[in-house]
């Protein structure tokens, strides 16, 4: 069992910035993706970016250049800085990590982004 607790959502201007953070606990796989998805009002889960055991990073083509996925293996602990937020950036967003087959989820965290 893996769990997950996210932190760092909020309500902030278009153009402004967050750093969400999803912190895993429980049990350590050796293969892993961890990353974050979103869904807004509406709207299916949409995948936004994920990293990889290995290291590699892929973000969905609507936040390429603005949003920044990273980990700090240490503190089992996976960051997506996201910069130059739109108002279409606003939703709940999803921590998910998958492993051999099985996907853990954490409980979200609310994103505005609204003048």
């Known amino acids: 069992q893996v769990q997950l607790v996210e932190s760092g959502g909020g309500l902030v201007q278009p153009g402004g910035s967050l750093r969400l953070s999803c912190a895993s606990s429980?049990?350590?796989?050796?293969?892993?993706?961890m990353g974050w998805y979103r869904q807004a009002p509406g709207k299916q889960r949409e995948l936004v970016a994920y990293?990889?055991?290995?290291?590699?990073?892929n973000y969905a083509d609507s936040v390429k250049g603005r949003f920044t996925i990273s980990r700090d293996s240490a503190k089992n602990t996976v960051y997506l800085q996201m910069n130059s937020l739109k108002p279409k950036d606003t939703a709940v967003y999803y921590c998910?990590?998958?492993?051999?087959?099985?996907?853990?989820w954490g409980q979200g965290t609310q994103v505005t982004v609204s003048s």
């Open positions: 998910n990590y998958t492993t051999v087959g099985v996907a853990y």
């Open positions: 429980g049990s350590i796989f050796r293969f892993y993706t």
């Open positions: 990293i990889i055991s290995g290291g590699s990073t």
